[in-house]
């Protein structure tokens, strides 16, 4: 069984280091703690180190914040690298390198474009989250409160608050089996997901005001520039959400928000409602995610980048 397989690594390793994609996100940040926890609980005399870009602060009431390392370059080597919430070895990013130098490595994943580069790899496209699939690795009966919190939060964050598309029947019941591990699930849904800063808010409201329609309605786009986020004082991860709140504009079927990472390179964040599959989109410029959610980074002025992404899915559109 492929949960006795990530046990039975753990099991033999003495030494395990954790990573997830860049810009880790709450199923990314979530799983990977989810695990860090689990483990240590059940095997305390393993070290056990958790290597992500800096996380989000919002997520630090999860057990075990404080030890995610930002740090790719410590020369350390481990007997297992896990690696968790990433489609390919490059999202890693520099912690790429933990997985290099392991003697062995798993990969547990949801993302449709993963095509295994774990030693081992266990990825179900068809699963709401990470978080989600990573609840068949765990004995029920030893998923402590603290990760539970982790479980749930991943989910709660890549269905969108059980909202979008990906929520199965199977998401719930995931979710409602952390709920009864006495979790305080509105708590972490209001001060992890709807919880923003006046200056976030503020730069969200810029962001849709001055938003575009294009292709008859269909789509929506927006940028924010380094000079924008500069005057804010914001960071990328403040600009959670603004993808979703353009998504949820009457008539639009793509949501699209680019946001400027050095000169005239552009984070995109694509988010779909029902005609289009922002993952071929995606894939077609070298990035990736899922059906209904995907991005990549693209080089050139906003009005570029914007012209290619539509082609693509003005094909969908008409097909």
Do not use: W
């Amino acid at each position: 069984m492929q949960e006795r397989k990530l046990m039975e690594l753990a099991e033999a390793a003495g030494t395990i280091a954790i990573v997830g994609h860049v810009r880790p996100d709450g199923d990314c940040v979530g799983s990977c703690l989810a695990v860090c926890n689990y483990i240590t609980e059940q095997y305390p005399e393993k070290t056990v180190d958790v290597y992500l870009e800096t996380p989000p602060v919002k997520f630090s009431y999860l057990k075990q914040f404080e030890r995610i390392c930002s740090d790719p370059e410590t020369g350390k080597q481990y007997d297992l690298c896990i690696c968790l919430d990433s489609g390919d070895r490059e999202r890693l990013g520099k912690n790429v390198v933990y997985l290099d130098t392991a003697k062995t490595s798993i990969c547990i994943d949801h993302h449709i474009t993963n095509q295994g580069y774990g030693a081992a790899n266990f990825v179900k496209a068809d699963a709401s989250a990470t978080c989600e699939l990573l609840y068949d690795f765990l004995d029920e009966e030893k998923i402590s409160k603290e990760v539970a919190e982790c479980i749930y939060t991943g989910i709660l964050h890549d269905t969108n608050v059980f909202k979008n598309s990906n929520t199965t029947e199977r998401t719930m019941q995931v979710a409602g089996a952390m709920m009864a591990k006495g979790i305080n699930f509105s708590r972490i849904i209001d001060e992890s997901f709807y919880k923003k800063t006046y200056v976030q808010n503020q730069i969200m409201g810029r962001a849709v005001l001055e938003s575009v329609l294009f292709l008859d309605g269909k789509c929506i786009f927006s940028v924010v520039r380094k000079q924008d986020m500069d005057f804010y004082g914001v960071e990328a991860s403040d600009l959670d959400g603004i993808v979703d709140q353009l998504r949820v504009t009457d008539g639009v079927e793509v949501a699209i928000f680019l946001h400027e990472t050095e000169n005239h390179v552009y984070k995109v964040s694509m988010r779909s409602n029902n005609l289009v599959n922002v993952s071929k989109v995606a894939s077609y410029f070298g990035g990736g995610g899922h059906e209904k959610a995907s991005g990549v980074t693209m080089t050139g002025t906003p009005q570029d980048i914007l012209n290619n992404l539509a082609e693509r899915i003005d094909e969908q559109l008409k097909g």
